[in-house]
C-alpha cells in the first residue's frame, strides 16, 4: 500500500538541494539552515552508513572531490569523517542524519537519498527507517534513490509507511535499464523522480504516479511545469523558486 504524498502541504513541494546550495556548501549544516531561515519548506540531502554504522550526510560515495581525502564513505568510521574539512572550509563538515533530525525536526519535509551501490542489504534501509521512527518524521519523509534494490529493502523494513521515489536520468553511470523510471516496478515505489531533462508535456500528462524533478534553477520553467503537473521541484536556489511560485498566487488572486 502506498501512502500519499505529504497531502497537508501545500503544493508545489519545493527541496533545497543538498539544502541552499547557491549560498552554503552543499549537505552542511549551514545549507540547511539557510532554507529553514527563508522559509523553504522542504529539504533534499543524501545519506550513506559509514564504516562504523553512523548514517552521515553527503553525496558521493568517493570523498575526493568534497574533502581530497582518496578513500570512500563507507571505508571511513565516524570519528574520522567528523573532523573533515568540506571544500576547504573550516566551518564545513559533514552531518549526521541525527544531527539534522535533531534540529529541524518536522519544521521541514525530507528527501532523503539513499547512497548505496550494489544489490545486497547493507543495513542502510533499516538504519534510516529506526532513525525516522526515533524522530517521529514519518508524515514528514520521503525516501529516494537511484538503487531500486536499496528502496525495495526500505519498503520492506518500513512496510509502505512513508513515500518512497526511484530516481532516474539518462547518465551514462545509471544502468540502461534504470534510465526511464522502470526501478519502479523493483522497488515498488509511489514516487517519480525524473532528471529535469527526461521532462516533456507528453510525459507528464501520462504520468500515474506524483513526479518530482531535480535539479530546477529556473523559476519560470519551474512554473510552467506545475501547471503541467509536476508536484515537486529540487533546486540550488530554492529560495527563488519559492518567491516566483508566491508572486503567480499572489498576481492569480489580484486578478
Given at each position: 500500500?502506498?501512502?500519499?504524498?505529504?497531502?497537508?502541504?501545500?503544493?508545489?513541494?519545493?527541496?533545497?538541494?543538498?539544502?541552499?546550495?547557491?549560498?552554503?556548501?552543499?549537505?552542511?549544516?549551514?545549507?540547511?539552515?539557510?532554507?529553514?531561515?527563508?522559509?523553504?519548506?522542504?529539504?533534499?540531502?543524501?545519506?550513506?552508513?559509514?564504516?562504523?554504522?553512523?548514517?552521515?550526510?553527503?553525496?558521493?560515495?568517493?570523498?575526493?572531490?568534497?574533502?581530497?581525502?582518496?578513500?570512500?564513505?563507507?571505508?571511513?568510521?565516524?570519528?574520522?569523517?567528523?573532523?573533515?574539512?568540506?571544500?576547504?572550509?573550516?566551518?564545513?563538515?559533514?552531518?549526521?542524519?541525527?544531527?539534522?533530525?535533531?534540529?529541524?525536526?518536522?519544521?521541514?519535509?525530507?528527501?532523503?537519498?539513499?547512497?548505496?551501490?550494489?544489490?545486497?542489504?547493507?543495513?542502510?534501509?533499516?538504519?534510516?527507517?529506526?532513525?525516522?521512527?526515533?524522530?517521529?518524521?514519518?508524515?514528514?519523509?520521503l525516501v529516494s534513490s537511484f538503487n531500486p534494490f536499496a528502496l525495495r529493502r526500505f519498503n520492506q523494513v518500513c512496510n509502505y509507511?512513508?513515500?518512497t521515489a526511484v530516481i532516474y536520468s539518462e547518465d551514462p553511470e545509471v544502468p540502461r535499464f534504470l534510465r526511464h523510471g522502470w526501478g519502479k516496478h523493483i522497488a515498488r515505489s509511489s514516487v517519480l523522480k525524473p532528471d529535469i531533462s527526461l521532462l516533456n508535456a507528453h510525459m507528464i500528462t501520462r504520468k500515474r504516479s506524483p513526479m518530482i524533478t531535480w535539479t530546477i534553477n529556473d523559476p519560470e520553467l519551474a512554473y510552467q511545469y506545475y501547471r503541467q503537473g509536476v508536484e515537486g521541484f529540487i533546486s540550488d536556489d530554492p529560495i527563488a523558486l519559492q518567491k516566483t511560485f508566491l508572486t503567480s498566487v499572489e498576481v492569480s488572486i489580484k486578478q
Open positions: 500500500m502506498n501512502v500519499p504524498l505529504f497531502p497537508d502541504v501545500p503544493r508545489p513541494l519545493i527541496f533545497g538541494h543538498r539544502g541552499c546550495t547557491s549560498h552554503a556548501v552543499e549537505n552542511t549544516m549551514q545549507a540547511f539552515q539557510h532554507c529553514f531561515d527563508h522559509q523553504v519548506i522542504g529539504i533534499e540531502l543524501d545519506v550513506h552508513r559509514c564504516q562504523s554504522g553512523q548514517l552521515v550526510v553527503i553525496h558521493d560515495h568517493d570523498l575526493n572531490r568534497l574533502t581530497h581525502l582518496e578513500k570512500t564513505v563507507e571505508n571511513v568510521p565516524w570519528e574520522q569523517l567528523r573532523l573533515l574539512s568540506l571544500q576547504d572550509s573550516s566551518e564545513a563538515h559533514i552531518p549526521l542524519l541525527e544531527q539534522v533530525f535533531s534540529t529541524f525536526t518536522d519544521r521541514f519535509i525530507y528527501d532523503v537519498e539513499l547512497k548505496q551501490e550494489g544489490i545486497h542489504d547493507t543495513g542502510l534501509a533499516a538504519a534510516v527507517w529506526n532513525m525516522i521512527q526515533q524522530y517521529a518524521l514519518e508524515k514528514s519523509v509507511a512513508v513515500p
